[in-house]
């Protein structure tokens, strides 16, 4: 037997030195096999047959896993990911714990996949950071060996809950596209119901592939902007989440112009998004969806309470991330984060330095001394750097306030919270992303009212008389609420339809991307 580099042995020794280097590898698969099996709690004879190859059980395991492998694009995977070709090319050769070993690593990697997600989520995104699950190789490996019909064992692995229902959506948007057409809609100005542009008759034509009735003409040419046709236009804002005003503006032509392979990607994009949270949120919880502005309160498993949310531009996105609300509290300050206060109070205080007071904003010296107010006045502010902004900005408690009159703290790396707001004609809008990441909640009072339910002596009345004395005041929660910040763009009505909000973050076309590298 030839030694490396082809150099022949030069004694007996060597030569079966030589042998233990060429076959070491293999009896050491079969080794850890067998190390592996005894592990798990198999017993010796146990140990004998393998997890994948030599026996009928093992190849109808195998069986099985390489037809889940190349049903993978069902849950937005690529089954290529998975190379099953080279699986059963392995199987056909006679180095069995090669097989073994190949098939093992595959298993793993896909169980690992579909159930907790094909990326973590940490790594896609720097305004993501939550907890996502992990599964152990062994366990899964055990769980493999233990299954009486891996088949279903293999089908049990996704999440429940609206998971299939986007498999389903994502199914359906597959088989349209081959037959859908796609005529993007021009940029330019504002077009308004009742001006003349040419955008119309392009207008007409995309609504129709979108699958929405358009109006027979009412105008006197193709061009006329009729009501009838802005009714279809606010119709299709009011799905999307836009602001319904029948205008066709930047964002609303964008989401004309959102095409079927776009739409696959938002699909791919939330399931994965599903696999990255826990199978079961917990019979009480609270789920943000900064991706449509929604908020939940889950308790007892019922929703029990349910809001509109303001939440974060796509210059300051709300992050996903996963906490507990432990109480709130009444008539807080507002501590104005230092780049608030370089990019945005900066250039008002260099024109006049009182220019903050009539929102009630005070200057400090310190960060931790309230004793350091200082007189705007006597600062020159055009030497203060905006990335360097030396002061504290507090604004006090009040009617603009830009926290509201209701404060819910909850631990965050980002510093966001969740908060009344001053500005409550902004929950009349579609896209409610004006914040600078922190979620605004349209009715606190009506949401604490569930989470208390008169335990503690809490009464929404007694609150409202502390709010308008002016007291500030902290009340605990009867109980600890599970948080869940999450970034859905595509969820399922309760007639089982999606609904698909547009990707202003970008982020799932991270995700998408990140999917698709190669494993580390």
């Not at 926290?403 to 579609?430: C, Q, S, V």
Request: proline share 7%; charged share 25%; aromatic share 10%.
């Amino acid at each position: 037997m030839a030694l490396p580099f082809g150099r022949q042995p030069r004694s007996r020794r060597e030569s079966r030195a030589g042998c233990a280097y060429n076959c070491g590898v293999r009896w050491a698969a079969y080794f850890v096999a067998f190390v592996a099996l005894i592990a798990l709690g198999s017993s010796p004879s146990q140990a004998d047959e393998a997890l994948w190859t030599g026996s009928r059980t093992a190849e109808a395991r195998t069986e099985a896993l390489l037809k889940a492998l190349r049903a993978a694009a069902d849950h937005g995977l690529d089954p290529d990911w998975y190379r099953p070709n080279d699986l059963e090319k392995a199987i056909a050769e006679t180095d069995k714990a090669r097989a073994e070993q190949l098939i093992a690593d595959t298993f793993v990697a896909y169980a690992s996949d579909i159930s907790t997600g094909r990326v973590r989520a940490n790594t896609v995104d720097k305004d993501i950071d939550i907890q996502q699950r992990k599964v152990e190789r062994a366990d899964l490996l055990k769980a493999a060996a233990e299954a009486s019909d891996f088949a279903a064992y293999l089908a049990s692995l996704p999440p429940k809950g609206d998971y299939p229902a986007l498999q389903k959506a994502l199914a359906e948007l597959r088989a349209q596209r081959a037959a859908t057409s796609f005529t993007p809609l021009p940029s330019g100005d504002l077009l308004r119901p009742g001006m003349t542009d040419a955008r119309v008759s392009i207008l007409r034509k995309r609504l129709g592939e979108l699958g929405l009735p358009t109006p027979p003409l009412g105008g006197p040419t193709l061009d006329f902007y009729d009501e009838p046709l802005a009714a279809v236009v606010k119709s299709y804002q009011e799905t999307k989440g836009l602001t319904v005003d029948g205008v066709i503006g930047t964002n609303t032509t964008r989401s004309l112009n959102t095409s079927i392979d776009d739409r696959i990607e938002q699909v791919v994009a939330n399931l994965e998004r599903r696999r990255w949270l826990p199978e079961d949120l917990g019979s009480r919880h609270v789920l943000v969806n900064a991706g449509d502005y929604s908020m939940v309160f889950v308790d007892g498993g019922q929703r029990v309470f349910e809001s509109l949310v303001i939440v974060g531009t796509p210059k300051d996105p709300t992050p996903e991330i996963q906490s507990v609300m432990h109480g709130f509290q009444t008539n807080p300050y507002w501590t104005v984060p230092q780049t608030i206060s370089g990019e945005e109070y900066l250039p008002m205080l260099r024109r006049d330095p009182y220019a903050l007071q009539a929102g009630g904003f005070k200057i400090f010296a310190s960060w931790s001394d309230n004793n350091s107010e200082i007189d705007p006045a006597t600062i020159d502010w055009s030497t203060i750097h905006p990335k360097a902004f030396p002061y504290r900005i507090r604004q006090e408690p009040g009617a603009s306030n830009a926290l509201g009159y209701i404060f819910f703290p909850f631990a965050n790396k980002y510093g966001i919270y969740m908060h009344d707001t001053a500005n409550r004609w902004l929950f009349t809008e579609g896209s409610r992303n004006f914040s600078h990441g922190c979620i605004r909640l349209q009715n606190p009072l009506d949401f604490l009212e569930k989470v208390f339910k008169g335990r503690n002596g809490f009464d929404k009345e007694k609150v409202r008389t502390v709010i308008n004395a002016q007291q500030q005041v902290h009340y605990a929660f009867p109980e600890s609420v599970p948080l869940f910040v999450t970034y859905r763009t595509v969820s399922i009505a309760a007639d089982g339809a999606p609904v698909f909000r547009d990707d202003v973050y970008g982020r799932d076309k991270r995700v998408v991307q990140a999917m698709a590298r190669p494993r580390s």
